[in-house]
Every structure is written in structure tokens, then in C-alpha cells.
């Protein structure tokens, strides 16, 4: 239209009336409607629907089986179209089996349409060629075609019938501009597009005005290279910002419409299930997309937090109301976890036009699409989805009634089939496929992707037609010879699009060499100008100006002589990786929990040591062990196990499902009474103090911890014990750096001649795990350990005794709780590969920047 001006202009006409463009559809569409047609033809929701149902009806009565009948049902219904457009028919005599069932389909979807007084879309064309033929229609003086390369029958028809009525038609002719052609061949596909973006900027710099087109072959596999480059290169300002709302560019593929966000949420709020997984909740509780999201966003994620703390996998929508204010979560969320529960009641089936107003109604419900002011692009979104609501109303008229997930299905499947556009930026920068730049032309082009495989097409006829029967009508994709000689006057076209074109080819894709395409072949490679790029990587790293270094391992030592919570973990993290106790216990930085079906390893362990502690408060001695009977033990240890289980599940404020309780309780009782077949096997003893609270200094850190237990025994000294599910490896307390402080803590404030023994009961399944491991005076009273094999470990490390070990732990620990009281706050983990694989801080952590970090030995495993 533009160009349109121009040339009028240059024609010195004062005034002039605009013509009327349209693409061939629209204006076919528009005719229809003028007869009041229209409603004569099923839309395409309407039709993919039928051709399923047709589909799926057949598979029954034939008992075949099918796995894709949606992209089948598409299949069979572009055969449908292209039957019609070139005017073909179907034999029924030689043909393979797939084409006899496409036979059966097609002759079923004609039934329907005349049961159903209507007709495909894809006759539309006809009935306005009839409706110009009868005289229905009054004829244009004269149209133009803009972009055709070819022709088929059934455009072939409208053409005459408008020629029969009086129409002057005028093709018009492809530009014949003498072209510069260069070739840039591409290390791959990114490398192409980078290329691309910076010759457009490099060109738009000189002169702003000028009309760049980029055309590619198979645009939808480089769009999204595309955005991102272009985006980095001509408003790089907005690549930083994340805005991009309005893209320096007009591309004519658009994006799937389900690929939005906010169309997204949308349809994950009406597909929800009514027992939510904590990543299903967690992505309701985020969501920017529903009423209260803005001022309650706070409040909403440490409610995520929390949820996950609690280390529940699954929750039922009818329970989640409760625990949703347990958590401290804002009200208008528990009011959208009702309507969501109330929505998901209804079980019964209904029609599509139904099933779209409850589908509205819930989304308003939950104030969809958020109160935050949104976008232009997601305004755009929304209405566009609000049309689709209307018209999954319309499939009334071919389907019956459905249940609430199959219209969920069909609503998400037509958002996947719709190629949303948001409204085009006016910028001067045009990116087509090489269909829709027909009859264009521009100062500069650039055609990206002319590989051997992109063009000329390969051969794909339709599954649904014999392979002769395209050949013979000249359908699309159907013979080699057809597609060279397509691609070849489209190509012509294109290199007579601009007298500047640049072709570029990957040379690599995906790891696949590549052949530049036979149109390109000949034509010499030239360089492009030296363009530096614009991007804010590539700026940032081309930084030539002074970077100022600061320092952050050290930050303020803590003042306060007041107990700091987190107990001996504080020190295990300071001897791990000083950053890590900074970033947990002064900056309060966990990572997420992601709780997992049934009990995590955590709440199992918990459970075992929750179970021995119940067993001894009424046990207490060796000697009441001894004595007791097989069935006083099975029935002490079931009394602990439920204590445990219930402490547990008031603690989380959650039952346990019942099944896994179940379960769980035969787990432990089993395990812990072959633990205490271990016990009975000891010297005699005493507990005498079971998770205790005691207040530790270890150096100028103060902090309260539990131990787990202490025995009194029979000569009088101590045994610190540590209950462990895991396997420990009591080694690492002799090691210069203690990484296992937390018995050596426990020690720290007992007179050394009263310490008999440091250990971790070693609570294992397997009779070799199961055992007693660490120090001992009398070694031999604990199953498990031997005098000989702990004389060899500490020799190993160079101790000659017990005593020597727990005076290394007392000149040691002070340096750990001074280093975390003093702000040491270094990067510096013990082992890089074992310390950070396990640490819950690597998304806050930067240790992985740096060049030696071990990262696919980490991700991969
Ligand atoms: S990831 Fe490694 S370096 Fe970073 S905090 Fe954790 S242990 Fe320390």
C-alpha cells in the first residue's frame, strides 16, 4: 500500500481512491458473507473435530488401531482439500490400505456435511466462482494478483468465472531489479542470523529508511534465533530490560497462542486435577496471572516455602484450604483453591458452549489474567483467547456432550493450533517465508537458510492420496521435478526482489554438515562488511575501560553475643564452605525443598531417631534390654513407632496417607529392633539424656544444639552418641579441616578423662552397614569397632590416641566459630566436586563461573 502511494504520488495525483487488498481467503470469506453464506461452512475447530470423530468411529467399527489421530485427523483432512482444489477423484480399484481408509473417512465426512447442511471451508472458493458465474455476485471492474507463483484448479475456476463476468484480471508481474548477489556461508544456523542482525543494524545506521527484507525457507525453525539476535542488535536496550514488548521487527510467523504465558496459565488453571503435586501448587502460588498476585506475591512465596519445608508431595484441593492459612497465606488465594475445588466437581458431562462458560466463569473467578496492568502483547493474547472460548461453543453443533477434561483437550489443542501475531510494529524491517514475500520488494534482502535440504523442497505427498494421482494433478510435494522448477521461479523471484541480496547457508546444522542449496552454488562467496556487534554481551566484553575489583569475602562480624539458631550445622557449613554458613545462617539463603512421593530420606531418618528415642525413655538401661522378651520388644518399639509417626505428622500438621503410614511403621519396626539386637550385644549401660538441648561456645560463637544421646557407662564415663541413616565417615574428624564437627562439637564442653566414646550409631537395613563407628577407650564393648582397626585409622593421621584426637578438636572448633563470628565469608569449598554437588546454594553460589569448574561432571549427574 505504502509503495501503492509512492507510485501515485510520483504520478503527480492529487487525490486517489486506496484499492482494496485482501488476501485470496479473506476476500473469498468476505464475498461469502456479502450472500450470507458464511454460515454454510464449518470453521476449523468445527472441522478438525468431525474429521476426528469420523476417524475415531472408524478405528472402532474396524478395530484398527491408530496411535495419532489428531495429526492423522489433519492429514486427512489437508487430503480433503487438496481432492477438492485440484479437482481430483478418488478410485477405489488398486489402492493400498490407507488410502481405503481415507476412502471410508472422506465418504463418511460428505454424509455429515449433508446431514449437517454444510460444507467444507475449503469449497468456499467454489461457491463464489458459482456465485459469480449465476450472477450473484457482482463482478469487480478489475483485480490484481499480487504473489501468485502458481496457480491451482480451483483458483484457476475463480479467475475464469471472474473473466465470464467481466472482470479485467491483471497478474502482476515479479520485479525485474538487476540484483548484487553475495553468498555468506554460516558456521551454523546462529551464526547466519547473528550475521544477519548486524548487517541490518550496520545498514539502518547509515540510512534508517531503507526496507530490508529477511526471508527464510523454513522461518519457523529460525525464528526464535531471530528474535533473540535481532532483538540483541537493534534494541538492545529492551534485550536487557527482558521487555521486548515491541520488536524492532514484523515477522509473518506468529507463535503458537499457548506458548503465551498468560494464555498458558490460563489453561493450566482449568486442567488442574484435584489432588495438586507441590510443583503444581508452587506455579499457582507465582502466577502473576491471578487476583492478589501483585500485593500478595510476598506472602505467596514464603507460603511455597513453607509448603515445601513441610516436605508434603501431594495435596488434595479439598485439605488445601487448612494448611493454606496454616502457612500464613493471603485470602484471596484460598478463595481461588475453592473455586478451583468446586470447579472440579463437576463430573458430569456437558456440551462444548457449556463447558466454555464454566470455563469463563472460573477464570473470572480467579481474577484472570491478574491485577498487575499487563502488556499490549498479552492484552492482544487474552482477547484472542476470549474469541477461542466462543468458538470451542461453536463445536455444539458437531460434537456431543464431553467431559470436563476432554474439553480441556479441545481447548488446548485449538491454543496450539492458533499462530498468534501480535499487532505489527511499523518498522521497516520485514521478516517473511518465501511464500508471503511474493510481489514485495525491498531495498536489501537477506535470505537466510538456502541449505540443499531447504530447497528445493523434498518430495512428501500426502499419505491419503495415491502418490499418481498427485503427480498427474500437480499437487504440491508430490514430484522432484514439480519442486525444482517451484523453487526455481521463486527463487528467481526473490533474487529480482532487491538490487542488494545476500543468501547464507549453515554449514553446519546441528552437528550435520551441510551443502548449500543447488540455486546458490555457483554464485561466489563475498564478505560482508566488518560490522562490530551491538549486542550487550558482546558490548560488555568488548570493554576496554578501567573495571574497578572489589573484594566480598569478608563482610561485618556479628556483634551479638546472643545464641545464633542453626545449631552445629553452622560449623559443619563453616568447615564445608565458609560462604555457605554465611549464606545460610546470616543471610537466611535456603534452597528449595522439592518434596517427592511418599517420605523423603529426611522424614525417614527423623522417624528413626524420634522411634529410639521413645523405645529408651521407657527402656533406659542394658539391663531392662536384656531382660525383655522378644514380645515385649515388638510391643515397646510399635508404641514408639506411633509415637514417632504422630509427633511426626503434628509437627507437619498432615496426616500421613494411610497406606504409606502403614508401611512405614512394619519399616521401622523391623529396623530398629535389629538395632537393638547391636545394643543388647554391649557392655552394660545407662542413657541418661536423649535429645537435650545444650548451649555450645566454640570460639566466640554461641549457638544451642540437641544431642542425640548420652549413655553413662559401666566404668563410669560417657558415650556421645549420633543416631545416622546415611553411612558417615568418622575419618573426617582426624583430617586438619573437621567437615564432621558435629559429635567433636557435642565434646567440646565435657571434661576430656570423662569422654569413654564418640559414635555414630550406624542405623542401616544391611547386617555389614549396621554398626558403631568412631572412637572408643574400650573399643571392643561396641559392636562394630576394634581396637586394632581404630589404632591403624588414627596412625593413618598421625594420633597416637584418643586423647590426642579430642585435643585436636579443642585447638580446632574456636578457629571455626571465630572465622564464622568474624564475617569470613569465602568462596572456598573443601572439595569442589563433592561439597558444591550437594549444596543447595547453587543458584545463589557463582562458583561456577569460574573456569575450572567441574560443570558437565556436575549436571550430568
Ligand atoms: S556451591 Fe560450593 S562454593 Fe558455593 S556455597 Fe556451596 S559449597 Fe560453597
Request: net charge negative; with cysteine; charged share 25%.
Amino acid at each position: 500500500m505504502v509503495q501503492f502511494d509512492e507510485f501515485m504520488i510520483a504520478a503527480a495525483a492529487g487525490a486517489w481512491k486506496r484499492p482494496s487488498v485482501y488476501a485470496l481467503d479473506n476476500w473469498c470469506r468476505r464475498l461469502s458473507n456479502s450472500l450470507n453464506g458464511e454460515s454454510r461452512f464449518l470453521n476449523s475447530a468445527q472441522s478438525g473435530h468431525l474429521w476426528e470423530r469420523i476417524i475415531r468411529h472408524d478405528i472402532e467399527t474396524t478395530q484398527h488401531e491408530l496411535l495419532q489421530i489428531t495429526s492423522t485427523a489433519r492429514k486427512a483432512a489437508q487430503a480433503s482439500v487438496l481432492l477438492h482444489d485440484y479437482d481430483a477423484e478418488l478410485k477405489t480399484k488398486g489402492i493400498t490400505e490407507d488410502h481405503q481408509a481415507f476412502y471410508r473417512w472422506h465418504k463418511a465426512w460428505n454424509l455429515e456435511l449433508g446431514r449437517l447442511n454444510r460444507q467444507d471451508q475449503s469449497t468456499r472458493i467454489s461457491f463464489v466462482s458459482k456465485a459469480f458465474a449465476q450472477g450473484e455476485l457482482s463482478p469487480p471492474a478489475k483485480i490484481v494478483m499480487v504473489g501468485f507463483d502458481d496457480f491451482n484448479p480451483a483458483q484457476k475456476n475463480l479467475l475464469h468465472a471472474l473473466a465470464e463476468a467481466g472482470t479485467q484480471t491483471e497478474i502482476y508481474p515479479d520485479h525485474q531489479i538487476e540484483s548484487d548477489i553475495s553468498v555468506y556461508p554460516g558456521l551454523d544456523r546462529e551464526d547466519e542470523v547473528a550475521e544477519c542482525a548486524r548487517w541490518i543494524r550496520h545498514l539502518l545506521r547509515d540510512n534508517p529508511e531503507l526496507r530490508i527484507g529477511v526471508i527464510a525457507p523454513d522461518l519457523e525453525r529460525y525464528q526464535s534465533l531471530i528474535r533473540h539476535h535481532f532483538l540483541s542488535e537493534l534494541d538492545p536496550s529492551a534485550a536487557l530490560d527482558g521487555s521486548g514488548s515491541s520488536l524492532p521487527y514484523n515477522i509473518s510467523l506468529g507463535g503458537r497462542l499457548d506458548g503465551e504465558g498468560v494464555i498458558f496459565s490460563a489453561l493450566q488453571l482449568l486442567s488442574l486435577p484435584s489432588v495438586l503435586s507441590i510443583d503444581e501448587l508452587s506455579r499457582l502460588l507465582l502466577s502473576p496471572h491471578l487476583a492478589g498476585s501483585g500485593a500478595a506475591f510476598a506472602k505467596r512465596s514464603l507460603a511455597d516455602v513453607e509448603l515445601r519445608r513441610r516436605r508434603l508431595a501431594s495435596f488434595p484441593l479439598w485439605k488445601l484450604q487448612r494448611l493454606l492459612e496454616d502457612v500464613g497465606c493471603d485470602h484471596d488465594f484460598v478463595t481461588i483453591i475453592e473455586s478451583i475445588s468446586r470447579f472440579n466437581n463437576n463430573s458430569h458431562k456437558a456440551m462444548p458452549g457449556v463447558w466454555a462458560e464454566k470455563f469463563a466463569n472460573l477464570l473470572q473467578a480467579c481474577g484472570w489474567p491478574g491485577d498487575r496492568t499487563i502488556s499490549s502483547r498479552q492484552y492482544q493474547a487474552v482477547e484472542r483467547f476470549r474469541t477461542l472460548l466462543a468458538e470451542i461453543a461453536s463445536l455444539d453443533l458437531v460434537a456431543g456432550p464431553v467431559s470436563r477434561s476432554e474439553a480441556c483437550r479441545l481447548l488446548r489443542q485449538m491454543a496450539a493450533d492458533v499462530e498468534y501475531q501480535p499487532e505489527s510494529s511499523g518498522s521497516k524491517v520485514q521478516v517473511l517465508g518465501m511464500l508471503e514475500a511474493g510481489g514485495l520488494d525491498f531495498d536489501c534482502l537477506w535470505i537466510l537458510g538456502m541449505h540443499s535440504s531447504a530447497l528445493p523442497k523434498s518430495v512428501r505427498p500426502n499419505p491419503f492420496i495415491p502418490r499418481s494421482l498427485q503427480k498427474e494433478k500437480g499437487m504440491p510435494r508430490a514430484d522432484a521435478g514439480r519442486e525444482l522448477e517451484y523453487a526455481g521461479r521463486i527463487i528467481q523471484r526473490l533474487f529480482n526482489a532487491a538490487p542488494s541480496v545476500v543468501t547464507s547457508w549453515p554449514v553446519t546444522d546441528n552437528g550435520v554438515a551441510q551443502r548449500p542449496s543447488f540455486f546458490i552454488n555457483d554464485l561466489p562467496a563475498r564478505s560482508l562488511p566488518d560490522t562490530v556487534s551491538a549486542a550487550p554481551a558482546a558490548t560488555i566484553s568488548a570493554w576496554k575501560g578501567a573495571l574497578e575489583y572489589i573484594s566480598d569475602f569478608q563482610t561485618r562480624s556479628l556483634l551479638s553475643k546472643k545464641p545464633v539458631s542453626g545449631g552445629t550445622a553452622i560449623v559443619k557449613d563453616q568447615a564445608l564452605c565458609p560462604f555457605r554458613a554465611f549464606a545460610h545462617y546470616r543471610l537466611k539463603a535456603q534452597g528449595m525443598e522439592d518434596p517427592d512421593i511418599g517420605l523423603d530420606n529426611m522424614t525417614r531418618g527423623t522417624l528413626v531417631h524420634s522411634t529410639l528415642e521413645f523405645f529408651w525413655e521407657t527402656t533406659r538401661t542394658h539391663e531392662t534390654l536384656s531382660q525383655l522378651s522378644e514380645e515385649d520388644i515388638s510391643s515397646t518399639l510399635s508404641r514408639a513407632v506411633e509415637q514417632a509417626l504422630t509427633r511426626e505428622e503434628k509437627q507437619k500438621r498432615a496426616d500421613m496417607p494411610s497406606r504409606i503410614r502403614e508401611l512405614e511403621s512394619l519399616r521401622l519396626v523391623r529396623l530398629c529392633r535389629k538395632w537393638l539386637e547391636l545394643e543388647r550385644k554391649r557392655a552394660p549401660f545407662t542413657v541418661i539424656e536423649q535429645e537435650q538441648l545444650h548451649q555450645e561456645t566454640i570460639g566466640r560463637l554461641h549457638f544451642r544444639t540437641r544431642i542425640d544421646r548420652i549413655d553413662r557407662l559401666e566404668n563410669g564415663t560417657l558415650a556421645i552418641i549420633d543416631y545416622k541413616t546415611g553411612i558417615p565417615d568418622p575419618k573426617q574428624w582426624y583430617e586438619h579441616r573437621i567437615q564432621e564437627p558435629q559429635l567433636p562439637v557435642y565434646c567440646n564442653a565435657i571434661e576430656r578423662s570423662e569422654i569413654g566414646a564418640v559414635l555414630f550409631a550406624v542405623v542401616r537395613n544391611k547386617p555389614a552397614e549396621r554398626r558403631f563407628s568412631g572412637l572408643a577407650r574400650a573399643p571392643e564393648e561396641f559392636p562394630g569397632l576394634s581396637s586394632h582397626a581404630l589404632q591403624k585409622t588414627l596412625n593413618e593421621f598421625g594420633w597416637e590416641d584418643i586423647d590426642q584426637v579430642l585435643g585436636h578438636w579443642k585447638n580446632a572448633l574456636p578457629a571455626l566459630g571465630d572465622a564464622f563470628t568474624s564475617g569470613d565469608a569465602s568462596v572456598d569449598p573443601v572439595d569442589v566436586h563433592k561439597t558444591c554437588r550437594y549444596c543447595d546454594l547453587t543458584s545463589l553460589c557463582r562458583i561456577h563461573e569460574r573456569n575450572d569448574w567441574p560443570l558437565w561432571e556436575v549436571r550430568c549427574d
